[in-house]
């Protein structure tokens, strides 16, 4: 497992984000808010962190929904997997959103996302007139049926 130092700011009261457990790929990160806000059926709205961060060059911040807010209460992020760029340097938030039939109140606190931190790879595109020929082709959405 591979380790990388990242520099961050914390302007919450809250704790850094952590992992939950020791096999987890995504930290815990919570709600920074002076008073609960509360999302009504499919609104949605920025929830701060107080968190800001530096990455290296070469490393994206993913920003994913926690699967229990999803199941038990239909709040998701718009934007999933969020990224936060290596060179961004303003407070992170979080775009939520509630899916469900009713309304849920975010509070102070309370862990409302994870951040998964990966390596990408820029590409340099090679322009031509003809790429490989696979066995899918150009089979699209649901090619493969459904069994």
Same mark, same amino acid.
């Given at each position: 497992?591979?380790?990388?130092?990242?520099k961050?700011?914390?302007?919450?009261?809250?704790? /850094?984000?952590?992992?939950? =457990?020791? #096999?987890?790929?995504?930290? *815990?990160? %919570?709600?920074?808010?002076?008073?609960?806000?509360?999302?009504?059926?499919?609104?949605?709205?920025?929830?701060?962190?107080?968190?800001?961060?530096?990455?290296?060059?070469?490393?994206?911040?993913?920003?994913?929904?926690?699967?229990?807010?999803?199941?038990?209460?239909? /709040?998701?992020?718009?934007? =999933?997997? #969020?990224?936060?760029d290596? *060179?961004? %340097?303003?407070?992170?938030?979080?775009?939520?959103?509630?899916?469900?039939?009713?309304?849920?109140?975010?509070?102070?606190?309370?862990?409302?996302?994870?951040?998964?931190?990966?390596?990408?790879?820029?590409?340099?595109?090679?322009?031509?007139?003809e790429?490989?020929?696979t066995?899918?082709?150009?089979?699209?959405?649901?090619?493969?049926?459904?069994?």
């Amino acid at each position: 497992m591979n380790h990388l130092k990242v520099k961050i700011i914390n302007k919450s009261k809250n704790p /850094l984000p952590t992992y939950e =457990t020791h #096999g987890a790929a995504g930290m *815990d990160v %919570r709600a920074s808010l002076e008073a609960p806000v509360t999302l009504g059926p499919l609104e949605r709205a920025l929830i701060p962190t107080g968190l800001y961060m530096q990455l290296p060059q070469g490393y994206e911040c993913q920003v994913r929904p926690r699967s229990g807010l999803a199941l038990r209460h239909g /709040l998701s992020l718009v934007n =999933t997997p #969020g990224t936060v760029d290596a *060179d961004y %340097r303003g407070e992170i938030g979080i775009i939520m959103i509630n899916l469900s039939n009713e309304p849920y109140t975010i509070t102070d606190g309370e862990r409302i996302a994870q951040f998964v931190i990966k390596e990408y790879t820029r590409v340099e595109w090679e322009v031509v007139d003809e790429i490989d020929h696979t066995k899918r082709g150009d089979g699209a959405f649901g090619h493969t049926g459904t069994e």
